[in-house]
């Protein structure tokens, strides 16, 4: 069982910035990738960025240049660094947690309850 906790969600105007952190507790594994999703009403859940524990980051294109992630490994944290924010990226982000079997295979992913991220024009 893997526990996610999300945090710094809020409301923001369009170009400014904000930080989500992610704690993850439980039976983590000592490989595994976390990352953001997000999802807009009437919308599809879909992914903001991950990284695995090595380092190796994955972006939406529609993210890049603007978010950041990054881990704190032993404190099992992920962050978000969002800034120039649009309206668009209004939606409620998820953080996410996949772990890596020693064949290389990922689990299914663990999700947190999510924070809204609310951007005003």
């Known amino acids: 069982q893997v526990d996610l906790v999300e945090s710094g969600g809020g409301l923001v105007q369009a170009g400014g910035s904000l930080r989500l952190s992610c704690t993850a507790s439980?039976?983590?594994?000592?490989?595994?990738?976390m990352g953001w999703y997000r999802q807009a009403p009437g919308k599809q859940r879909e992914l903001v960025a991950s990284?695995?524990?090595?380092?190796?980051?994955n972006y939406a294109d529609s993210v890049k240049g603007r978010f950041t992630i990054s881990r704190d490994n032993a404190k099992n944290m992920v962050y978000l660094n969002m800034n120039r924010l649009k309206p668009e990226d209004t939606a409620v982000y998820y953080c996410?947690?996949?772990?890596?079997?020693?064949?290389?295979?990922?689990?299914?992913?663990?999700w947190g309850q999510g924070t809204q991220v609310t951007v005003s024009s």
């Open positions: 439980g039976s983590i594994f000592s490989i595994n990738v």
């Open positions: 990284m695995s524990n090595g380092g190796t980051t």
């Open positions: 996410n947690l996949k772990r890596i079997y020693q064949t290389g295979a990922p689990s299914a992913g663990y």
